[in-house]
Nanobody
């Protein structure tokens, strides 16, 4: 089991930036990939970004590509999400996830951190 702790959410004006962090602990040797999802009020949780732990390949949702950047620190077993040019529609609770297999069938979740973008 992998435990995840997120930080970095907050309130920002449109056009601003925030950086989210997610530190993993526990069975981190088994982490295959880490990433971020988000859930806005009344909507389903949606994929935001993902990074493969060994090769560093990155994947993004179309809605954030070019504005968000996911990165990792292998030594700290921490993943970051740099969010630039934020829009009000980016407002959501952001959840970190860690996958212990390529298909995401063994997935751990963080507790979530609120990001609010005002217009």
């Amino acid at each position: 089991q992998v435990q995840l702790g997120e930080s970095g959410g907050g309130l920002v004006h449109a056009g601003g930036a925030l950086r989210l962090s997610c530190a993993a602990s526990g069975r981190t040797v088994s982490v295959y990939a880490m990433g971020w999802f988000r859930q806005a009020p009344g909507k389903e949780r949606e994929f935001v970004a993902r990074i493969d732990w060994s090769g560093g390949n990155t994947y993004y949702a179309a809605s954030v590509k070019g504005r968000f950047t996911i990165s990792r620190d292998n030594a700290k077993v921490t993943v970051y999400l740099q969010m630039n040019s934020l829009k009000p529609e980016d407002t959501a609770v952001y959840y970190c996830n860690a996958d212990q297999d390529p298909l995401g069938s063994l997935r751990s979740w963080g507790q979530g951190t609120q990001v609010t973008v005002s217009s």
